[in-house]
């Protein structure tokens, strides 16, 4: 479950619902009329204006922008991107304020108005690239608390978004944001993602048998570790994954739903609910530089995915394409996740975030 935050997007504003991704840069709003009660209605905002095709950003391959743009009917700069999980989005480059009260709003930001996309809510782009909402709105912090998944579909448990200082960060860890040069920038490598530098996985008491340098970039960039809320689950490199794999079927193997793939995503699933087997499993820790470590409690090392079955929400980041290892926010459930992006760190903290808003 993505961490979906409201936005006042427009002069007046109006309230847009957008998911919040620190591992894309293009932010972006539905204004198409199919769901009129939550799309973006651009005659209503004294604020909004189309870029044109001449716009610099409308170019091709602007250095650290590589959004395929193409030049519309209309001579309006025209957008289309599949991300990693195969979804779209599509529509026109726009300019547009947020407008936080009377008396504070951003100036007008380049985004998205989607006219077709699969998606409820629009993308609130929150990586490091010159384009994303963060670099835009020249924020130097922020941070979120995704609450835990409720079984229960009538109620949606309720998170907590800052930008800017976090009351709570005090009691946070970090871990700095990695940078490295740019022969490492191809052809597999996300200079924009916030990288960190993991050092193994316990499982339980035991700390698999996995290289440090199986979580960092080769020298084709695959191998990066980054965190990511835009992504749902955890995906790792096989080199890691395997060992995982190896040691949960060792424990609850005789549990194992053989041949079941959810979703095309996750392979290792069992028959059982996910609080009886992760008792079983145990603590999953990710562990990182200066003794810093995130804690996956057993109750959410596995989701449960309907008919009896959990799935570990851990898949093989080859599924998808990518040859990196990417923390989703299935394994950020419970935890403040700050983005320290002037003092280039990432702080992170235990936390029950349906109550910490």
């Not at 965190?227 to 794999?245: F, H, M, P, R």
């Not at 980041?317 to 419970?334: A, D, K, M, W």
Request: charge should be positive.
């Amino acid at each position: 479950m993505a961490l979906i935050v409201s936005l006042p997007i427009g002069t007046p504003p109006q309230a847009q619902q957008m998911v919040l991704d620190t591992g894309s840069q293009l932010s972006w709003i539905q204004c198409h009329n199919k769901t009129p009660t939550t799309s973006f209605d651009p005659s209503l905002s004294s604020s909004f204006s189309i870029l044109p095709c001449n716009h610099p950003i409308c170019k091709p391959r602007v250095p650290d922008f590589t959004l395929p743009t193409t030049c519309d009917q209309n001579r309006l700069c025209h957008y289309s991107y599949f991300y990693a999980d195969g979804t779209l989005a599509e529509g026109n480059l726009v300019r547009e304020k947020i407008t936080f009260s009377r008396y504070q709003s951003t100036p007008p930001l380049a985004l998205g108005c989607a006219t077709a996309s699969q998606d409820a809510q629009g993308i609130l782009g929150m990586n490091l690239g010159r384009l994303s909402f963060a670099s835009q709105a020249k924020i130097s912090k922020f941070s979120y608390c995704t609450p835990t998944r409720s079984n229960n579909g009538k109620t949606k448990p309720t998170g907590a978004f800052y930008l800017g200082q976090n009351p709570y960060s005090k009691t946070f860890k970090y871990v700095n944001i990695l940078t490295f040069s740019e022969s490492q920038h191809s052809p597999n490598f996300d200079p924009f993602a916030y990288t960190v530098g993991m050092e193994g996985i316990r499982i339980g008491s035991k700390r698999l048998n996995i290289s440090r340098s199986v979580f960092r970039p080769d020298a084709g960039g695959s191998g990066q570790t980054m965190i990511d809320s835009g992504t749902e689950y955890t995906y790792l490199v096989n080199e890691a994954y395997d060992k995982i794999q190896q040691e949960i079927i060792r424990i609850v193997g005789s549990r194992l739903k053989k041949g079941y793939v959810y979703r095309e995503s996750l392979d290792l699933c069992f028959n059982g609910n996910a609080m009886e087997i992760g008792r079983l499993i145990g603590n999953m820790v990710f562990e990182f530089g200066k003794g810093v470590e995130v804690v996956i409690g057993k109750e959410r090392i596995l989701d449960d995915v309907g008919r009896g079955i959990s799935c570990l929400g851990i898949g093989r980041s080859e599924r998808l394409g990518v040859p990196s290892n990417i923390i989703g926010n299935f394994h950020q459930q419970n935890q403040w996740v700050e983005f320290d992006i002037v003092n280039r760190r990432v702080g992170f903290g235990g936390a029950e975030c349906s109550r910490s808003v």
